[in-house]
């Protein structure tokens, strides 16, 4: 450790989190591969050890955060993709000469509150952690802080010139915090599906003119292995061998071992999923999102990996791409029939829903009589907010900002929603209060600038990624 951390005092807490991954990049092995580099950013290859540095620097900042919390937590965090979002920034602060000096990586460690006793930084306490609970060297861990402090910059770089106007923290207050009442009724489309009739002559006809909405999805079959693990206390060091065991067996996929001869070798069995698209029931497995986002992540040049879920652990390889193609009418044609039925139903709906409304907003007859005489019930709503969820409606900006559209006792509408078509009345409009908007202002515009700030990095992370162009090796 540097010498003068021994002495020092702490500093001002200075709070400080890694930058969370954006984009889910697959699942695998962190620190171990057969491959002679890890992946490429910026048309640079990465070797094995660098990624292993940087899987285990987001690896021990998960520890800081969680605790003893995070053997459950940690397949909800991707790590590996955190591992390549550090690398990412890394490789651009390297680019524009972003530094930190031994001042700021004494004043930030000195700042953590587990190695401090007392108030002052205690040296026993550091090299016991970083040794026993994060199974490194003081060096490693001190340039893993000093990388730390340099993405803190890029952030703070990104986000400076930030700004917030007076209107906009006025707009963001009315969007959070304007109520109205409002009362409407649905018009279910499938209320409609009585009155529709479809021919034979007409199927293939609409096929030919909306051939896309039967396009396929992508697909993935892949083989696998399954190994379960218990789920119950006390067996985690079951759970730990049986990943390490899976990843022993990606490894030799790696080098080119043969599956069916390493699943003998293991007295494991293989299976194949058959065809399945993202986010549907897989067969043999079901409904599983790891699996799905680790398969669809498969490529020629890297063909297997592993996959944990709550089940246990998979070892897949992939065995075919599917690439989403539109099937010929006769494969379809009940599809087709039932489209159809859909798009004459919708129709129908949306055409008489069209003319209630304008019986609605000419006053010729009102929503209660309405009511009546088409038999949907009137549901009223009170001190609803754009951001609400409404009950069989869901959040829907469309409807969420008719309602706030519209004059008092006026009408909005149709309104398409999941079920139908809605018409909406505005009941009374209940504009913020003044008083205290001026009491909240400076604690909303903090928090509204943090999000302006939050999203202003997303946007350039996102375009910063993009450039990256990853390609995963693992």
């Given at each position: 450790m540097f010498k003068p951390l021994r002495r020092k005092r702490i500093v001002q807490v200075i709070m400080w989190v890694l930058v969370v991954s954006f984009v889910v990049w697959g699942a695998g092995s962190a620190a171990r591969t057969a491959r002679n580099y890890?992946?490429?950013?910026?048309?640079?290859?990465?070797?094995?050890?660098?990624?292993?540095?940087?899987?285990?620097?987001?690896?021990?900042?998960?520890?800081?955060?969680?605790?003893?919390?995070?053997?459950?937590?940690?397949?909800?965090?991707?790590?590996?993709?955190?591992?390549?979002?550090?690398?990412?920034l890394l490789y651009y602060a390297k680019k524009k000469r972003i530094?930190?000096?031994?001042?700021?990586?004494?004043?930030?460690?000195?700042?953590?509150?587990?190695?401090?006793?007392?108030?002052?930084?205690?040296?026993?306490?550091?090299?016991?952690?970083?040794?026993?609970?994060?199974?490194?060297?003081?060096?490693?861990?001190?340039?893993?802080?000093?990388?730390?402090?340099?993405?803190?910059?890029?952030?703070?770089?990104?986000?400076?010139?930030?700004?917030?106007?007076?209107?906009?923290?006025?707009?963001?207050?009315?969007?959070?915090?304007?109520?109205?009442?409002?009362?409407?009724?649905?018009?279910?489309?499938?209320?409609?599906?009585k009155d529709v009739a479809t021919k034979e002559s007409e199927l293939e006809p609409f096929y030919n003119s909306h051939k896309e909405q039967f396009r396929t999805s992508e697909e993935r079959n892949v083989y696998y292995i399954n190994l379960p693990y218990p789920e119950k206390e006390g067996a985690e060091d079951e759970k730990e061998k049986t990943r390490q065991l899976a990843r022993e067996i990606n490894d030799y996929l790696n080098l080119g071992e043969d599956f069916n001869a390493l699943a003998k070798k293991y007295n494991l069995k293989i299976k194949e999923t058959g065809s399945f698209s993202f986010g549907e029931a897989i067969p043999g497995i079901g409904l599983s999102y790891p699996f799905s986002m680790v398969a669809f992540g498969l490529s020629e040049e890297r063909a297997n990996n592993v996959v944990e879920d709550t089940k246990g652990f998979y070892v897949i390889k992939l065995k075919e791409k599917i690439s989403p193609f539109i099937p010929p009418f006769e494969q379809v044609k009940e599809d087709v029939r039932s489209a159809l039925v859909t798009h004459k139903t919708d129709g129908l709906a949306k055409a008489a829903s069209q003319n209630y409304a304008n019986l609605l907003k000419s006053q010729a007859v009102s929503l209660e009589n309405l009511s009546e005489q088409i038999k949907s019930d009137i549901i009223n709503l009170k001190d609803i907010t754009r951001e609400s969820y409404i009950k069989d409606i869901g959040y829907n900006v469309e409807f969420s900002n008719a309602c706030f559209a519209i004059k008092e006792k006026g009408f909005a509408g149709p309104i398409k929603v999941q079920k139908g078509y809605c018409l909406i009345r505005l009941d009374k409009l209940k504009p913020i209060d003044t008083e205290?908007?001026?009491?909240?202002?400076?604690?909303?515009?903090?928090?509204?600038?943090?999000?302006?700030?939050?999203k202003a990095f997303q946007d350039w992370f996102a375009n910063l990624k993009q450039k990256a162009n990853l390609k995963p090796n693992l």
């Open positions: 890890a992946g490429i950013i910026f048309g640079k290859k990465i070797s094995p050890q660098k990624y292993s540095r940087a899987y285990y620097a987001v690896f021990n900042r998960a520890k800081m955060v969680y605790g003893d919390k995070l053997p459950k937590m940690q397949k909800f965090l991707n790590l590996e993709g955190q591992a390549w979002d550090r690398l990412i530094r930190a000096n031994n001042k700021e990586v004494i004043e930030r460690i000195a700042s953590m509150p587990f190695f401090q006793s007392e108030g002052s930084f205690n040296q026993k306490a550091y090299n016991y952690i970083v040794q026993n609970i994060f199974g490194t060297t003081a060096r490693n861990f001190e340039e893993s802080v000093r990388e730390d402090i340099m993405i803190s910059k890029i952030i703070d770089s990104v986000e400076k010139d930030t700004a917030i106007t007076e209107e906009e923290i006025k707009e963001s207050y009315k969007t959070k915090n304007e109520k109205a009442d409002i009362s409407y009724i649905l018009i279910n489309t499938d209320s409609f599906k205290i908007f001026q009491k909240e202002k400076q604690e909303f515009r903090k928090s509204l600038l943090e999000e302006k700030k939050k």
